[in-house]
């Protein structure tokens, strides 16, 4: 399968940024997302972006991809304490097969 | 709207046993996969299907099987656990032939092997 990856841990206080990263393999990809996942519950869709994007905003959340390197972005604007999650980043590839990266844990300090 | 329901919701099996982990969309999606989800290793495919009466293996397949009859269900069975098999279990879907697609997920099943 594809591989994707990105760090297991990010802790951040209230009300500043978050970037959470993820790397990528299949430089074929069409789509990429985010998805959060919050305690004892399934996982959400939080953005995505195309793969011929280089940027997309919405509201507080900014995604990069950098399709030469295979590297995605995430940042939270002025995070808050129910911005604490599981943050997945995932690709789809040819074959329609959702690819999920090991999750970042997110913690938000008051 | 109920999207994607497991059943059950978390379970005790002793190993040796075998289980079907059940679930049932109501979305006419097409594609359906079975993931589990393990600490530090996220979520990692174990089988999918692109369309009924059709399925592929993922990455962990091995001690997992699956069937697609109609394009509602998609049961995942265990035949005889084991207790690496241990695990949150996530059902989901997605509807490719719209272009653009996302995974829809259920709530998962808590399995634990004993």
């Known amino acids: 399968g594809e591989d994707v990856e990105q760090s297991l841990f990010l802790s951040v206080r209230e009300g500043d940024s978050s970037v959470i990263n993820c790397t990528y393999t299949?430089?074929?990809?069409?789509?990429l997302y985010w998805y959060k996942q919050e305690p004892g519950a399934g996982l959400q869709l939080l953005t995505y972006?195309?793969?011929?994007?280089d940027m997309k905003q919405d509201q507080r959340l900014t995604v990069l991809l950098n399709k030469k390197d295979k590297h995605l972005s995430l940042r939270i604007a002025d995070t808050q304490t129910g911005d604490s999650a599981i943050y997945f980043c995932?690709?789809?590839?040819?074959?329609?097969?959702?690819?999920f990266g090991s999750g970042t844990k997110l913690n938000v300090k008051p | 709207t109920a999207g994607i329901t497991q059943a059950p919701t978390s379970q005790i099996l002793a190993a040796g046993r075998s289980m079907t982990l059940r679930c049932t969309q109501d979305?006419?999606?097409?594609?359906m996969y079975w993931y589990r989800q393990d600490l530090g290793l996220g979520l990692r495919l174990i089988h999918y299907?692109?369309?009924?009466?059709?399925?592929g293996k993922g990455e962990v397949p091995d001690g997992y099987s699956v069937s697609r009859a109609n394009t509602d269900d998609f049961p995942l069975t265990l035949a005889s656990a084991v207790p690496s098999q241990t695990s949150v279990y996530f059902c989901?879907?997605?509807?490719?032939?719209?272009?653009?697609?996302?995974?829809?997920f259920g709530q998962g099943t808590r399995l634990t092997v004993v």
């Open positions: 979305m006419r999606h097409n594609a």
């Open positions: 995932a690709e789809l590839d040819n074959f329609n097969k959702f690819y």
């Open positions: 299907s692109n369309t009924a009466g059709t399925t």
């Open positions: 299949d430089s074929s990809s069409t789509y």
């Open positions: 972006i195309f793969s011929n994007m």
């Open positions: 989901a879907s997605s509807d490719p032939d719209r272009g653009y697609t996302e995974a829809f």
